[in-house]
């Protein structure tokens, strides 16, 4: 990857795009500039290296970077498209890690579909780039584009076939049986079956949804290829239409989890297909099947479909129209059966339209079993681009990468010769010599050192090898290597690197994949004792194999790959005299013998049916024979360790060499002919690029000096000179920890791998840093090395292998800041030997200085790998102790040497299985570690320069080769015996600091006891005192004991005895000791502080909560009495005052005054010399003066033109005046500023200072004077120095505690929230308890009261007046009633209405009686305290186990009530419960006070309404049974009236039939209706019968004797007393005639003289003796009978006034 943004790697521009909706996408996601300069791998190191957390993007535009961003992480939503707004982001504290990790939380938006969004970045990337991206969405089982639909429509598609060719991975093929070995392919040249997928017409079923299911097989489904469930997926395609993506299904070799048995990739075309014919007639001729997603067809498709028939070699459709339109089914498009019709086999019409979508898969994969890998023709990505370079799609490996391609096919001429044998004819220079010149180098300073002379024959044989090398002329492959380097065209250039990266690793993995086949056929077969084998290895050429670019392949295929080499290596040593020599498997790899037959490299082709006829274009790559040969020869360098021949040339061979060129053309005598001076300048090209320097040939353990001068010198030239500030941060780990994955997923780098290559070395790349990091690293640059090939398998197993990871461990730890010790996850003695050299190093670097900070990475959390981490930090830990800049902060900190766990990408047994979903979470989280740690270097060192870097390497260097340690190269007890010693250390140091601990507790509990006064330092007798003087010594006394124990273990030990350990562990005790006492008195302050800060605390919290007690008691009060709802502003305002008031009141602790000079002198300083007075400075001396004189005016404040021109102004008075004047107003202003901001409740600022001097420059620049800066500044020093004295009594006022003060003030929130929430609940619990007692309580009460009332005054008044009796005795009352009061109009009323009349004499005598007695309200008190007596205890029964407790009202009440319904005679108006009203959640008891309080108030209310004189009728309409209306119920006897006279009947027994009157009435007096005329006409009977009486003894109730006569259900009165009981009539009669008469106006009635001469008392008598003796009074008058005539006049007139 290249150093700098702004170079790109293609010099062709591509056209911009046409104005479309295409267009209108890139615009949205910001991209429409990159389509003429398109990105480059350098971008996203700018876009993913600095990322320390995983942020969502804001808006559209930001989409890119995030996707960027997170594909480099691998994290599963790296093709997410959703935006969040900046206003739905919450505080960082409100947030969870795994939200910010995983998830953003709240509401997000998607604009733009996510296929859009990876295909806008594809068009914008330039084809190197989109390989990485390529590379990495296959780590994260994305699809990838195959076939980029361009975004001007009429342009051609691309086919991208170069990113495709980085793509390796790994496998374990079912198929053949007898190989089961994991493989590695590369996606591009790998020969398997591809399956097409396509969609004609509208369909139901998400097709990648089907794909999904179908690779991932029994697993949950993946996310492969996006669809439609997806976020964003619903949206519609602009851009990606007419895409090709591809997935790959890679088997496990599990048959019951394995859909298929070999790979396949799975192609997607996206859009309908009927729009993209090109693209679907290139699937179906490229494809081993094609399978359509049928929907409603017309014509068109139905066309489409039989064409595809004759390209596809395998055709599968899949019925998805609807059943209902069978107009539309595929089946139904012809007459005849659709397979029948165009020839498709049986079964290859599948009907999916009632089926979901993974049951279509399962159907799907069924079909496609039966075909795969039998049936169908096996394909390459790399010959369908040339066939769609035939059907006219754009291939994206143009003329330059060709050429490139070519170039690399010459330099790798000879090749097929043997590995070993081109670098002996190819890069001679790596050979023995350079190995054994290394050698000489380093006996001959270690002479120099011992200050010998140096041995002859050393310089004899330097001098030889010198001379032999001097004849080395530069081969053609190295010239063509150099050449290819030199190219301007830097497109070529990168395909040219990429390539040759590529083409060594495909020929890597084809003869690893023979090789494994080879030792697959070489079954051992136990017959009868003895071994059998087979020399005739299977081809497996149907599936190529590469090696995959994750993080983490499974450790167990990885072991299992290690092993397939390492026993290859044993095989091929095996030395066999016969075949019937009987060997076991365990005794091959026990014993390292060699081949004494040479293996044959012949391979013989696979019989399986599947490959026949598929072969590849390009001849495969063969193992020779003789190279078998190579690994047995005696005369093999054993400094250069064994691996596969196939990987023993990597693209750091031909660097190494052509900085093996440069190196001797400098230090050999005679060779510097060749024009090398170019080399290093193409070498810092490559370093910029991103392609690695090697520092060290750990092969041959040398360093070209020379060589690396040369191209630091070039760096150097390039970078800026003014910043160029280096760090270094290195990885450290063994051959098989995946160091470079770890880099690469970190920074993206890209470090040789050494599972891929067999190069040993020290390897560095170059990383610009970005402006805020910079600032905080202090360094420019940051330089990343990495270790490969330490501790690997060597062949000779020799002490120079171990002599060589020493020497590599101990210059990359030498040269670093920062040191990330990778430990591996492979346990046993290889750990055991990483551990030593690591250990080692840091012991050896230990001795020259201080070592880096350490960083320890673990590949997971099991126990292993803890404890060796563990073992890693204790080390590390106890080495950094007395490092310059180590603060102790640094090492009590937990981070300074962490342990990082970051578990690879696929933690299951699945090759095929989806990634660790916490991967990118733990990069993360280690990169954060990372620069947490540069930074913390940044403060224990200063960054170095270039030329630095090259000094410290040679320094160290040096060291390395003369070993200037006391630890050699080739000692490994050394480091165990440190290790284990630091491990008793750190459990003594653990139990140390328990002791202390407990120590720690019973001080805490002597400090508690303590009275916080006492505590008090100014006091003689602080305990605080003794409890430090007591830790010192207790502290004292256990390091005492570590140290012996340190100095019994050094004895013990005799590695250790002899070493120079000793003084490092004891000033780590001394470390340990300082630190220990310093944070044990700092915890007794700290402990001593929190008691004492605790008790003011909760002193200010008692008198704030009274405080607020008395403020909430009276703002309830208010609110109940005004029934006003406070708003919070007012609640804050009436706080605020609580606030201030407690405040005032507290004792606060007395603090340590500041003097605030210091602070306003800068504050001055700084603005002088904003304003370019400088010269002024001297004038801030005054400031610190008491000033006791006003400011005066002088002459130097003038400039001499000024006081010359005004010096015959009386000596510049005017002048010097003005300027006083201007002084004065000043002055006079900061004298009001200083008295307005004293009057504030805030201590002082350093923003006052500020705005007095803005104050000043104001003025004088609104006042035009020719005046000198020296007024100024003389009168913002005079100011000031008055501010000085001003302020500091402010500030003197403020100083109090201030850290209590701080957290109280910090608090101030919290207690007006809760004093708010307490107002809010008691008004709350106010109001509905309001609500409760006048909704409920009091109907319930006021019922209870009058509700027995009705009765009480009934009985009562029956007690009193017997009249109430029954009918009769009323009727008579009323009667005689009438008689005494002697009222006309009551007579009247009684004769028209009687009932009316009645009911009005009941009613006037329950109103009498009311006004009269005395015992109502006595009974309604009584009343009213049994209830609310009954309510108390209601309410106290409730209470119990609810106090304290937030409870729902509503249900507390119910129970209240029920309690009431069920102790008391009592009705509950239970309507007024309903509804939310009541349900609140309150405290209990706080609520039974609100109410008991209000239960008190009503009824003291209602009893002051019950001794109130109120209405008679108030009180009536209060008894629920009225006493008039009950009263009169039984008193009404009988309704009906006598239909003559209209007298009541008096009858009381119930269900009588005849009725009857005691008393009639007479007729010339009562009011007779129409009816009635009948009844009194004279018959002719009955006047012939009277035709002779005496018209005295004539009676006008002559009819009413036949009344039953005429009314039978009326008795005829008798007439035993007649003239006794007619007198009451007769009076009556007598008494009102005139009245009557006037009345009815007509003439009145004659009556006789003896009517007017009967006494009221006769009257009386008569009604009384008729009731008695219940016969009926009839009128006999002895006058003479009014005329007929004016009776039928009467009637008329009664009737019609009556109606």
């Known amino acids: 990857m290249s150093l700098k943004l702004s170079k790109r790697l293609s010099s062709k521009k591509k056209k911009p795009p046409k104005d479309n909706a295409q267009a209108g996408v890139l615009h949205k996601l910001g991209l429409e500039a990159f389509g003429t300069t398109p990105l480059e791998p350098a971008s996203i190191l700018d876009i993913s290296n600095w990322t320390l957390e995983n942020q969502a993007p804001q808006e559209p535009k930001d989409l890119p970077n995030a996707f960027l961003k997170r594909l480099w992480l691998l994290s599963p939503d790296a093709r997410s498209p959703c935006c969040k707004p900046v206003h739905e982001y919450v505080p960082n504290n409100a947030k969870k890690t795994e939200e910010i990790i995983n998830g953003f939380g709240g509401e997000s938006s998607c604009e733009i579909n996510p296929l859009d969004l990876v295909t806008a970045v594809f068009m914008s990337s330039n084809t190197f780039l989109q390989q990485e991206i390529t590379v990495r969405m296959m780590q994260c089982r994305f699809a990838v584009p195959l076939v980029l639909p361009n975004v001007n429509p009429v342009e051609p598609s691309r086919f991208l076939l170069w ?245 690399v096919e010459d330099l790798l001429k000879g090749l097929d010769e043997g590995s070993f044998q081109f670098r002996e004819k190819q890069l001679p220079l790596q050979g023995i010599l350079w190995s054994k010149l290394s050698t000489i180098g380093k006996e001959e300073i270690k002479q120099m050192k011992k200050g010998k002379e140096i041995d002859p024959q050393l310089q004899k044989e330097k001098k030889d090898i010198l001379v032999a090398l001097s004849s080395y002329t530069m081969t053609p492959a190295m010239k063509i290597f150099i050449d290819a380097l030199s190219t301007t065209d830097k497109v070529e250039r990168t395909c040219f690197l990429s390539w040759i990266k590529l083409k060594l690793q495909l020929m890597q993995t084809e003869i690893q994949n023979r090789s494994q086949d080879l030792f697959t056929n070489l079954q051992m077969k136990n017959n009868n004792g003895k071994l059998e084998y087979s020399d005739t290895p299977k081809d497996v050429a149907e599936v190529n194999l590469g090696d995959s670019d994750s993080f983490c392949t499974d450790p167990t295929f990885e072991e299992e790959e290690t092993e397939s080499a390492h026993n290859l290596v044993k095989e091929q040593q095996l030395c066999m005299t016969s075949n019937e020599k009987e060997i076991h498997d365990e005794d091959i790899i026990e014993n390292n013998v060699c081949f004494k037959e040479q293996t044959s490299d012949s391979v013989s082709e696979d019989q399986n049916h599947n490959l026949e006829g598929k072969q590849q274009d390009k001849p495969e790559l063969t193992l020779p024979e003789s190279d078998f040969n190579y690994f047995a020869e005696p005369q093999i360098s054993p400094l250069v360790s064994f691996e596969h021949d196939s990987s023993s040339l990597v693209l750091e061979h031909f660097l190494r060499e052509m900085g093996l060129i440069f190196e001797l053309t400098h230090i050999g005598p005679g060779s510097g002919s060749h024009n090398v001076l170019r080399l290093p300048s193409l070498a810092t090209d490559l370093l910029l690029y991103g392609i690695p320097l090697e520092l060290m040939d750990g092969d041959a353990s040398n360093i070209p000096i020379q060589w690396l001068g040369f191209v630091f010198a070039e760096l150097k030239r390039r970078l800026p000179q003014e910043h160029c500030r280096t760090r270094v941060l290195t990885n450290l780990g063994v051959h098989n920890a995946r160091n470079a994955d770890v880099l690469t997923a970190l920074f993206g780098v890209q470090f040789p791998e050494r599972r891929k290559i067999s190069t040993r070395g020290v390897y560095m790349v170059i990383l610009c840093l970005p402006e805020n990091l910079r600032k905080e690293m202090e360094c420019d640059f940051l330089l990343i090395i990495d270790v490969e090939g330490l501790c690997s398998v060597s062949l000779d197993n020799n002490k120079n292998t171990l002599i060589h990871d020493n020497e590599m461990a101990t210059l990359a730890t030498g040269l670093s800041d920062v040191l990330m010790q990778n430990i591996s996850s492979n346990a046993g003695s290889e750990f055991d030997a990483n551990f030593t050299v690591i250990v080692n190093a840091l012991l050896r670097v230990k001795e020259c200085g201080s070592i880096p900070i350490c960083q320890i990475l673990a590949p997971d959390e099991g126990i292993n790998n803890v404890l060796k981490a563990s073992e890693l930090r204790r080390v590390s830990e106890i080495l950094q102790t007395g490092d310059i800049g180590t603060s102790n902060a640094d090492k009590l900190d937990n981070t300074t040497n962490s342990v990082n766990c970051v578990k690879g990408l696929c933690h299951n047994m699945s090759l095929s299985g989806p990634i660790d979903t916490e991967y990118s979470e733990a990069v993360l989280k280690l990169k954060q570690n990372l620069f947490g740690a540069l930074k913390r270097s940044a403060v224990k060192s200063e960054a170095t320069g270039l030329p630095e870097f090259m000094s410290r390497l040679c320094a160290v260097w040096d060291a390395v080769r003369a070993e200037s340690f006391s630890i050699g190269l080739q000692n490994t007890d050394i480091a165990s015996a440190f290790s284990l010693l630091c491990t008793e250390l750190s459990q003594l140091q653990d139990s140390f600091l328990e002791n202390m ?130 708003q919070d502003t007012e609640l804050e305002e009436e706080f605020e005052g609580v606030w201030s ?41 005054v400031i610190s003066q008491n000033q006791s004189s006003s400011f005066q005016v002088y002459d130097e404040h003038f400039g001499y033109r000024s006081r010359l021109k005004h010096m015959f102004e009386d000596n510049n008075r005017l002048q010097r005046l003005e300027a006083q004047q201007l002084a004065y107003n000043v002055i006079e202003e900061y004298n009001q500023f200083v008295a307005h901001k004293s009057s504030l409740t805030a201590d002082f600022s350093d923003s006052y200072i500020t705005e007095l001097l803005e104050i000043v420059e104001k003025a004088l620049k609104e006042k035009s004077m020719e005046i000198r800066s020296a007024f100024e500044a003389d009168l913002k020093s005079y100011l000031c120095s008055a501010a000085c004295q001003d302020f500091q009594k402010l500030h003197d006022r403020y100083a109090k505690d201030k850290e209590l003060l701080t957290c109280i003030t910090a608090t101030k929130s919290n207690y007006l929230a809760e004093f708010i929430y307490e107002f809010r609940k008691r008004d709350q619990c106010q109001r509905v308890a309001q609500a409760f007692t006048s909704m409920v309580l009091r109907p319930t009460v006021v019922d209870y009261i009058y509700r027995p009332l009705g009765m009480f005054i009934v009985d009562e008044i029956k007690g009193q007046a017997q009249q109430y009796d029954s009918p009769r005795a009323f009727h008579q009352s009323l009667l005689e009633d009438l008689i005494k009061e002697d009222c006309f109009q009551s007579l009247l009323e009684y004769l028209l209405s009687y009932d009316n009349f009645r009911l009005k004499k009941v009613r006037e005598a329950v109103e009498a009686h009311l006004f009269e007695s005395t015992n109502l309200d006595k009974l309604r008190q009584q009343r009213l305290g049994e209830i609310v007596g009954q309510i108390a205890a209601a309410v106290s029964q409730t209470e119990e186990g609810t106090n304290g407790v937030l409870s729902d009202t509503k249900p507390l009440l119910e129970r209240v009530c029920l309690t009431l319904e069920r102790d008391g005679d009592v009705d509950v108006p239970w309507a007024a419960l309903d509804g939310p009203l ?191 003796t219940g016969q009926c009074c009839g009128l006999r008058s002895k006058a003479e009978v009014l005329p007929y005539q004016t009776v039928i006049q009467l009637v008329k007139m009664l009737s019609t006034e009556q109606l």
């Open 163 to 407: 990113p495709l060719r980085g793509v390796f991975s790994q496998w374990r093929s079912i198929l053949p049986v007898e190989n089961r070995a994991v493989q590695e392919g590369n996606l591009a040249s790998t020969h398997m079956p591809m399956i097409s997928c396509v969609k004609l017409g509208h369909c139901g079923v998400s097709k990648s949804l089907v794909l999904n299911n179908v690779i991932s097989g029994l697993r949950p489904p993946s996310e492969t290829f996006l669809h439609r469930g997806m976020d964003g997926g619903q949206l519609p395609q602009r851009l990606s239409n007419g895409l090709v993506e591809i997935g790959w299904y890679l088997p496990t070799g599990d048959k019951s989890r394995d859909i298929f048995p070999v790979p396949v990739v799975i192609s997607n075309l996206r859009g309908d297909a009927s729009t993209h014919e090109k693209n679907l007639s290139f699937l179906c001729q490229a494809s081993s099947a094609v399978v359509i997603f049928c929907g409603r067809l017309r014509e068109r498709e139905k066309q489409l479909i039989a064409s595809c028939k004759d390209m596809a070699s395998k055709l599968i459709l899949i019925d998805l129209s609807d059943t209902e339109n069978t107009e539309n089914r595929v089946v139904g498009f012809v007459d005849d059966n659709l397979e029948e019709a165009i020839g498709l086999p049986r079964g290859s019409v599948l009907q999916g339209s009632l089926l979901s979508e993974k049951d279509l898969a399962s159907r799907l994969c069924d079909t496609l079993k039966d075909i795969i890998p039998d049936k169908v023709k096996l394909v390459t990505l790399e010959a369908a681009a040339n066939l769609a370079e035939e059907l006219g799609l754009d291939v994206d490996e143009g003329a330059v990468c060709k050429k490139a391609m070519a170039t």
């Open 997 to 1126: 601990e407990s120590w720690l507790v019973g001080a805490t509990k002597k400090i508690v006891a303590t009275n916080a006064k006492n505590l008090d330092t100014t006091t003689q007798n602080d305990p605080l005192s003794d409890l430090k003087e007591e830790a010192e010594e207790e502290v004292k006394t256990e390091v005492g004991k570590l140290r012996s124990e340190i100095e019994a273990n050094l004895m013990k030990d005799n590695l250790l005895k002899m070493s120079k350990f000793k003084p490092i562990l004891m000033s780590n005790m001394d470390d340990l000791q300082e630190r220990v006492s310093k944070e044990t008195i700092q915890r007794l302050e700290a402990l001593k502080e929190t008691h004492c800060s605790s008790t003011q605390l909760n002193i200010f919290e008692t008198l704030l909560e009274k405080e607020k007690e008395s403020k909430l008691h009276a703002l309830v009060e208010t609110s109940k009495s005004t029934k006003v709802l406070f």
């Open 1141 to 1181: 008031k407690t405040l005032s009141n507290f004792d606060f602790r007395p603090s340590e005054t500041e003097d605030i000079t210091a602070r306003v002198t800068d504050i001055l300083k700084e603005n002088l010399i904003s304003r370019g007075l400088q010269k002024h400075l001297e004038k801030l001396e």
């Open 1478 to 1668: 009541f349900s609140i959640t309150a405290e209990w008891d706080r609520f039974v006070t609100c109410l008991m309080e209000l239960l008190a108030a009503m009824r003291l209310e209602l009893s002051q309404e019950i001794s109130q004189k109120v209405e008679i009728t108030q009180i009536l309409q209060c008894v629920s049974i009225q006493p008039q209306d009950y009263i009169f119920k039984k008193v009404k006897g009988c309704d009906k009236q006598c239909p003559l006279c209209r007298a009541p009947c008096d009858l009381e027994e119930k269900g009588h039939e005849v009725h009857r009157a005691l008393i009639h009435r007479p007729k010339d007096m009562l009011p007779l209706d129409s009816c009635s005329l009948s009844c009194i006409s004279r018959p002719e009977s009955i006047a012939k019968g009277n035709a002779g009486q005496n018209k005295d003894t004539h009676d006008i109730t002559v009819a009413c004797r036949d009344l039953h006569s005429l009314f039978p259900d009326w008795s005829s009165p008798e007439d035993s007393n007649g003239q006794m009981s007619n007198a009451y009539w007769r009076h009556v009669l007598a008494r009102f005639n005139d009245r009557f008469s006037k009345q009815y106006k007509l003439e009145p009635a004659k009556i006789p003289d003896e009517w007017k001469i009967i006494t009221e008392e006769e009257a009386l008598y008569s009604l009384k003796e008729a009731f008695l």
